[in-house]
Nanobody, 126 residues
Framework: QVHLVESGGDSVQAGGSLRLSCTASGSAYGNNNYCMAWFRQAPGKEDDYDWVAAMYTADNMILYNASVKGRFTVSRDNAKNTLFLQMNSLKPEDTAMYYC???????????????WGQGTQVTVSS
């Protein structure tokens, strides 16, 4: 089992920055390499999750959705089992609940993930 806890969500004005954190725990996580991802769900879009970015922990390869590339950066602190999402130049359309997810091999779509956190809310005002 892998347990994921997100934090760092807040309300900011357009152009501002936030850093989200996702701390992983669980025996399964410590013994395996995972694909770690960020997804988001915009207001009113039930069951519609947009993939934001992913990091493959085996080789640190990072992928970004085109809508956030150049503004968002994924990184991690291995010692703390924590994944970060640095979000700069935020736009109102970035407003969403942001979720951290993990998959055993892939994690760029919802159905390739195995574990999810509870989410953290990001609100960007114009």
């Amino acid at each position: 089992q892998v347990h994921l806890v997100e934090s760092g969500g807040d309300s900011v004005q357009a152009g501002g920055s936030l850093r989200l954190s996702c701390t992983a725990s669980g025996s399964a996580y410590g013994n395996n390499n995972y694909c770690m991802a960020w997804f988001r769900q915009a207001p009113g879009k039930e069951d519609d999750y947009d993939w934001v970015a992913a990091m493959y922990t085996a080789d640190n390869m990072i992928l970004y959705n085109a809508s956030v590339k150049g503004r968002f950066t994924v990184s991690r602190d291995n010692a703390k089992n924590t994944l970060f999402l640095q979000m700069n130049s935020l736009k109102p359309e970035d407003t969403a609940m942001y979720y951290c997810a993990a998959g055993r091999s892939l994690c760029t779509t919802v159905d390739t993930t195995n574990y999810w956190g509870q989410g953290t809310q990001v609100t960007v005002s114009s």
